[in-house]
């Protein structure tokens, strides 16, 4: 994984530094091992790192008091703030000491698979493996086969959009309509293409946006599963979302407003129309535009959704006692818990289950007689099964220079820059296109 102010700065500012880990040499990692010195002394207590409502503060508590079936061990929740998350870890792990006993990681987890020997494979069993979405426990699954990171919440993707905008726009407005008015791209370029004519609003705040959702919501993406590199190839999902992208800033439905605070005030304002975001985005619309409650629908993406954010669990080598920190997050990923933690801090669960318990409540009326929960849970079990390479922490040129397009440059002369950086970058280490 996002809902209250907190919570959005904090999820944001996470991703946003996500870029920056692979500046921390890998090497420095390998000098972790299982001699690391344990924040705590108290030889009963794990200490979890995690972030602003990443995980259930009810059930934390109940962890705090004792880890069922492993008791004394008990854990000690730590909250670690903002954009340092990441950086503090990968720090610990680097200097081998005070290294959480288990902690939570982002979306960005496959940063972490190169060194996927720091970490305890969580072994699923046939049953736990059914217990959750497939495509979910893929992406926590390093190249190797190991379950390293153990499935949170998750982030299936829809379009949200601003019904008054498209009424304006002479456009259908029930989620149904717009379904089935955008099940193609060119369908939602041509409707956004409306939506400005009539409005002067963009569809979506920018075409790096657009190009990682498309990504996102594809069955392959920069590899094959065989690491041979699959972005120079014509029908690749790399080259349709570049496409795709860049027809969608000449058809004007960009806004190309690349800041936060632009952003925001883009959607109060209704000069964005929408936002193709993962099922966390409900609050964070919902905490950014309180006063158009109401007016705001969510309607399917075309072709498929995808994942955007949702989180993991993992438990370093170095764990005063793996198995119970194992055991713990298996316990709060529960399918009733995650039911529980649903209607708590709205984390999407990653257990279909978590649906059929009768636990889980509608969170409002901000969408107004449109339930989101209905909604992704119908989206979820459609999310692609992919595989994220080890060389994909490598790859940025290519978000970087659909930004340049939309800021004026020429997209033939970005798309062979793209290509270009990263096949440079990539034969660097060893990897050819």
Not at 52 to 59: G, Q, T, V
Not at 188 to 214: H, M, P, S, Y
Not at 288 to 303: C, F, H, N, V
């Amino acid at each position: 994984m996002t809902a209250a102010p907190s919570t959005s700065l904090s999820r944001r500012g996470f991703l946003a530094g996500a870029g920056a880990l692979g500046a921390l040499a890998t090497t420095a990692l390998l000098a972790g091992c299982s001699t690391g010195t344990a924040i705590s002394k108290d030889p009963d207590e794990l200490v979890l790192w995690y972030w602003n409502r990443s995980l259930d503060p009810k059930f934390l508590k109940q962890a705090a008091g004792g880890i069922s079936g492993h008791h004394p061990m008990r854990l000690r929740p730590d909250l670690i703030g903002g954009a340092s998350y990441d950086t503090k870890f990968r720090t610990a792990l680097a200097g081998n000491a005070f290294i959480p006993d288990v902690l939570m990681v982002n979306s960005n987890c496959w940063l972490y698979f190169p060194d996927e020997d720091l970490f305890t494979d969580f072994a699923p069993t046939a049953s736990e493996k059914s217990s959750y979405y497939d495509w979910k426990l893929s992406l926590g699954r390093t190249p190797s086969g190991r379950q390293c990171f153990w499935p949170v919440d998750t982030g299936p993707t829809g379009f949200f959009y601003n019904q008054d905008v498209l009424r304006k726009a002479d456009l259908p407005t029930e989620p149904d309509e717009v379904s089935a008015a955008i099940q193609s791209w060119a369908d939602f370029r041509a409707f956004g293409k409306q939506i400005k004519q009539k409005t002067g609003a963009a569809t979506i705040i920018t075409a790096t946006q657009l190009f990682n959702q498309f990504v996102a919501a594809s069955p392959t993406r920069y590899f094959d599963r065989d690491d041979r590199p699959l972005y120079h190839d014509d029908d690749s999902s790399i080259r349709k979302a570049w496409e795709n992208a860049v027809e969608s800033v000449h058809a004007g439905i960009t806004a190309n407003l690349q800041s936060g605070t632009d952003q925001n005030a883009g959607w109060v304002a209704g000069r964005v129309a929408g936002q193709i975001e993962g099922a966390w985005w409900t609050q964070v619309i919902h905490d950014t535009a309180p006063d158009l409650s109401g007016k705001w629908r969510i309607a399917r993406q075309p072709e498929r959704p995808g994942n955007s954010g949702g989180s993991f669990l993992a438990v370093p080598k170095t764990s005063k006692d793996p198995e119970a920190a194992v055991a713990f997050a298996k316990w709060i990923t529960r399918p009733d818990v995650q039911s529980h933690t649903y209607n708590d801090i709205q984390l999407f669960p990653s257990t279909p289950a978590s649906f059929e318990n009768g636990l889980m409540r509608n969170p409002g009326d901000f969408f107004g007689d449109q339930n989101p929960l209905d909604f992704f849970s119908e989206a979820a079990p459609e999310v692609p099964v992919t595989y994220i390479s080890n060389s994909e922490r490598f790859i940025g040129a290519f978000a970087t220079e659909i930004t340049n397009v939309e800021s004026g440059k020429d997209p033939e002369r970005a798309w062979k820059d793209a290509l270009d950086q990263t096949d440079r970058v990539l034969a660097k280490r060893g990897v050819t296109a």
